[in-house]
């Protein structure tokens, strides 16, 4: 993450409404005049259109039928993850851009379905927008989700000053992820129904006895 250079990942997989929200970041963009540099998830598969069906068919002849471009397998993962660490750190990286038809094929002279070349992202970008399916990605080797910026606020909580400045960020980022699914659910705010979150395995064990004393002894002091 990066003050002078933030990162914002819009992840979602095709008709979850990415492209809406991206839109709505352009008309952000233009009002404030920022000059994003934008990053398209589907540049970073690691085939292009015909090596992704030759793939395809070569995974299922050895029966695996969970191939797709969701996978690691098919994605630049580490890539990615490179080009967020440069750019929170210094505002550099490299893209390229994926062509999926003719018209965005033609100004290239190549086939649709093809990568263009890598190149350097623009000079004196404000911020790095990400569209794609991997913006929040992480496991034992890589870490993307790490590199993108969380909203400086957090939801309101009774946690004190002191344990919100302790809080690592997985924590954060599920407060936050907790509220956005409060919200989808249209419960109200003052609804009292207890909620558990936890982060690891311990917190889970911690958040069954909390909630095992939320509903059987409600008006007892939480912990």
């Known amino acids: 993450m990066s003050v002078k250079h933030p990162i914002i990942a819009v992840t979602g997989s095709s008709g979850a409404g990415t492209t809406t929200v991206m839109k709505a970041f352009q008309h952000i963009f233009r009002r404030e005049k920022l000059k994003p540099g934008v990053v398209e998830g589907d540049a970073f598969h690691r085939f292009d259109r015909l090596g992704m069906r030759a793939r395809l068919?070569?995974?299922e002849s050895r029966g695996n039928t969970h191939f797709s471009h969701f996978g690691p397998e098919a994605n630049l993962i580490e890539e990615l993850e490179k080009l967020f660490r440069s750019y929170g750190k210094s505002g550099t990286g490299k893209i390229r851009h994926y062509l999926h038809d003719?018209?965005?094929a033609a100004p290239y002279k190549q086939d649709p379905g093809t990568f263009t070349p890598w190149v350097d992202l623009p000079d004196n970008t404000d911020l790095l927008f990400y569209e794609g399916l991997h913006g929040g990605y992480a496991d034992e080797k890589h870490?993307?989700?790490a590199e993108v910026d969380l909203p400086s606020s957090l939801p309101a909580t009774r946690l004190s000053k002191?344990?919100?400045a302790r809080m690592e960020r997985a924590g954060k980022?599920?407060?936050?992820?907790?509220?956005?699914a409060w919200g989808q659910s249209g419960w109200k705010p003052h609804a009292r129904i207890p909620i558990v979150l936890g982060t690891t395995s311990a917190g889970m064990t911690l958040g069954?006895?909390?909630y095992r004393q939320a509903i059987f002894k409600p008006t007892s002091q939480r912990r």
């Open 57 to 59: 068919k070569e995974e």
């Open 102 to 104: 003719a018209d965005e």
């Open 143 to 145: 870490n993307i989700a």
């Open 162 to 164: 002191r344990r919100i």
């Open 173 to 180: 980022l599920l407060l936050l992820a907790a509220e956005e």
């Open 208 to 210: 069954e006895a909390y």
